[in-house]
């Protein structure tokens, strides 16, 4: 059913795919408001509608308006009408229905490669809306699986390929150049490589970004670069894109949280890389790089939504009960008594290589707080993992008490398997989890009580 709607806005709608770039920007800035939720006429750009002939609405481009689809196009427009469109589609990713059809395979590509960029202004509101896409279980399966090229939207051509095509077949070199040639050649195609891992990489890089990613703060940059009109120095921006990222990507933690709800996202974190997303090695013996290890050092980080959804993509990764050996390093050495035969045993039945992970510290430091382990005897403080040992007095306890109670979740999950009691046990928990019970005034702390029985 069509929802009847002024002739004034219809004709906003069709300039949104005009030539003129100013055009598109002043139809949009009109527009960005109806995609509030509750609006009384959202339904604007959500729905298809005829015009005052009766017939379909065109846009300026003579094809039928959809926009939704001019929408997703204007997200890599000039920066403030992109700023005005991923706005919009935020808001509107809170209808399911919506969200399908904005997440097809074309433009979730778009933003996984937006977002790897260093360069991408708007890379914060790309992930918040990646971050509301992926709550629905479908579209997350659809990321998961997706793979994308490895080479930057800004890539030039290489050295050695403009050598190769300039080549001279009579030079004595001829062969030596033109294989060079191919080899550019192959790397300007690109390996493909998972969605997830470009996004980790953002992710890591963007842990390094100064400032806010505010809406505010993100429509200032946007201004500023439009403000910017000489293309020499666009060009020079674009040639300085992998020395410095602009955004802090902080919303991809909660990316991370919603691939985890998915099994195969679970088990995804805990396999090791694709050999095209590890760093390049000849060694026989190189580490093998676990994603899970990439978001582990962020449970402590200033960032509310990046530690946040840090906590909550371990926790889910926790439920995955075959992967608890993998993230959970015994004790460093084990006694005669009957708690360390007991983990002996645990560890005999594991059936995984040995691995550099220990999800333990990166679990009980934010639990902890420097006074009160000051207060603990020096040898119950050596049991605990060393960087939970002789904290600072100034050290705090994490504020949030959700994310406290997903920490103790996530202790309870290793509960559940022979290894991670035993493991837990042995390296000091109880002393910390005892500690925090002891002043917890959430008294939603059922988890913190049973915890400690």
């Given at each position: ?148 090229s490895n080479i930057s939207l800004h890539a030039q051509p290489a050295d050695s390929l403009l050598a190769g ?219 605990l993992p060393e960087a939970c040992q002789m904290l600072s007095e100034d050290k705090v306890r994490e504020r ?54």
């Amino acid at each position: 059913m069509l929802t009847p709607h002024s002739p004034a806005h219809l004709e906003l709608l069709t300039f949104l795919s005009d030539e003129s770039a100013a055009a598109r920007q002043v139809a949009l800035q009109n527009l960005v408001g109806f995609s509030s939720a509750g609006h009384a006429s959202r339904s604007l750009l959500t729905e298809k509608h005829k015009g005052l002939d009766g017939k379909p609405l065109k846009g300026r481009d003579g094809e039928e308006c959809d926009t939704i689809e001019d929408l997703k196009r204007l997200c890599a427009d000039q920066p403030i009408t992109a700023h005005d469109a991923f706005s919009a589609l935020i808001n509107l990713s809170d209808s399911l229905l919506v969200a399908r059809r904005i997440a097809d395979d074309d433009f979730l590509v778009f933003l996984v490669r937006y977002i790897a960029e260093p360069i991408s202004l708007l890379a914060d509101l790309a992930s918040m809306l990646l971050s509301n896409l992926t709550k629905l279980e479908s579209i997350g399966a659809r990321l998961l699986a997706l793979r994308v090229s490895n080479i930057s939207l800004h890539a030039q051509p290489a050295d050695s390929l403009l050598a190769g095509i300039d080549a001279d077949p009579s030079s004595a070199s001829y062969e030596a150049e033109r294989a060079a040639a191919l080899l550019a050649a192959e790397e300007m195609r690109g390996q493909s490589v998972p969605a997830l891992a470009r996004l980790l990489d953002a992710f890591e890089q963007g842990a390094m970004v100064k400032g806010n990613s505010g809406i505010e703060e993100i429509r200032k940059r946007a201004l500023a670069a439009q403000q910017v009109g000489d293309e020499a120095e666009q060009q020079s921006n674009r040639q300085e894109a992998k020395k410095e990222r602009k955004s802090n990507c902080h919303f991809l933690s909660s990316v991370f949280a919603n691939i985890t709800v998915i099994p195969a996202g679970r088990q995804w974190f805990v396999s090791p890389l694709d050999s095209a997303c590890a760093a390049a090695s000849s060694s026989a013996d190189a580490a093998v790089e676990y994603p899970v290890a990439r978001i582990m050092p962020y449970t402590e980080h200033p960032d509310l939504i990046r530690r946040g959804g840090a906590i909550s993509a371990l926790k889910n990764i926790l439920f995955l009960k075959s992967s608890h050996k993998l993230l959970l390093a015994p004790p460093p050495s084990l006694g005669d008594d009957d708690s360390s035969t007991l983990l002996a045993g645990a560890l005999r039945a594991t059936t995984r290589p040995p691995s550099p992970l220990d999800i333990l510290p990166h679990l009980l430091l934010p639990l902890c707080e420097g006074l009160e382990l000051a207060a603990v005897d020096l040898d119950e403080q050596e049991a605990l993992p060393e960087a939970c040992q002789m904290l600072s007095e100034d050290k705090v306890r994490e504020r949030d008490p959700a994310l406290r109670a997903m920490l103790v979740e996530s202790l309870l999950l290793l509960c559940t398997t022979l290894y991670g009691r035993q493991v837990l046990r042995s390296r000091g928990v109880y002393v910390v989890v005892r500690a925090m019970h002891l002043k917890e005034d959430q008294e939603k702390s059922s988890v913190i009580s049973a915890a400690m029985h």
